[in-house]
């Protein structure tokens, strides 16, 4: 069974650091992974999707990697800013006999101050 | 705008009764998701669809129905037999299985 982790479960910066989020599973043969933004009480949007045979990402100042072999992923956020303060979700797919399917880790809780 | 909507925002719900929540998309998708979302886990899959007039359970499926009548619609009724309803439940469609999923704004329920 596929398992997500993200570590840390929270984490509070100061505007302008550069800094990593973590996501690690358990079962390397996945599709593709996806990192997601919430905000409270929301739903989920979407920050970046990273097929199998791909190692990175980027979208302005997100950078995501893949290292499929090790079940990681990191999501790089460079110059924080306070409106990057959300719950950062990441998800890994893996095709099955009866489709696609998403497993969450329980994500990672930031807070940009300023 | 394409996009995704849920209703109701906020749903209250005596123990015994049948609720449904409502999930509509406009943006073309074939596959539609409901989850479940409970402080401190993660996302949990109830139910999908891949398309119109079919759908698979999920990891958490008792206790909860659905239908697929439109490509546009995945109501989701979560039933008596569902022993802990309270949660935040959030709709996602994508234009396939293995594609990229986008999510609604979500439905709280609250049990009284």
């Known amino acids: 069974k596929q398992e997500v982790t993200q570590i840390p479960a929270a984490l509070s910066v100061p505007e302008g650091e550069n800094l990593v989020l973590n996501c690690s599973f358990t079962d390397s043969a996945i599709y593709n992974l996806q990192w997601f933004r919430q905000d409270p009480g929301k739903g989920l949007t979407s920050l970046l999707l990273?097929?199998?045979?791909?190692r990175e990402q980027t979208s302005g100042r997100l950078n995501a990697s893949l290292d499929k072999s090790s079940g990681r992923s990191t999501l790089y956020i460079a110059a924080s800013q306070p409106g990057d303060s959300a719950t950062y979700l990441c998800?890994?797919?893996?095709?099955?006999?009866?489709?696609?399917?998403?497993?969450f880790g329980t994500g990672t809780q930031l807070k940009v101050e300023l | 705008d394409g996009g995704i909507t849920q209703s109701p925002k906020y749903l209250f719900r005596k123990e015994g009764q049948n609720v449904t929540l409502s999930c509509e998309q406009n943006l073309n998708h074939d596959a539609m998701y409901w989850y479940r979302q409970d402080p401190g886990q993660g996302l949990r899959l109830i139910y999908y669809?891949?398309?119109?007039?079919?759908?698979q359970k999920g990891d958490i499926a008792e206790g909860y129905s659905v239908s697929r009548e439109k490509k546009e619609s995945f109501p989701l009724t979560v039933t008596s037999a569902q022993k802990n309803p309270t949660a935040f439940y959030l709709c996602?469609?994508?234009?396939?299985?293995?594609?990229?999923?986008?999510f609604g704004p979500g439905t709280r329920l609250t049990v009284l």
């Open positions: 996602a469609s994508s234009r396939g299985l293995s594609n990229e999923q986008f």
């Open positions: 669809s891949q398309i119109v007039n079919d759908f």
């Open positions: 990273i097929q199998s045979s791909q």
């Open positions: 998800a890994v797919s893996i095709l099955t006999g009866g489709g696609n399917k998403l497993t």
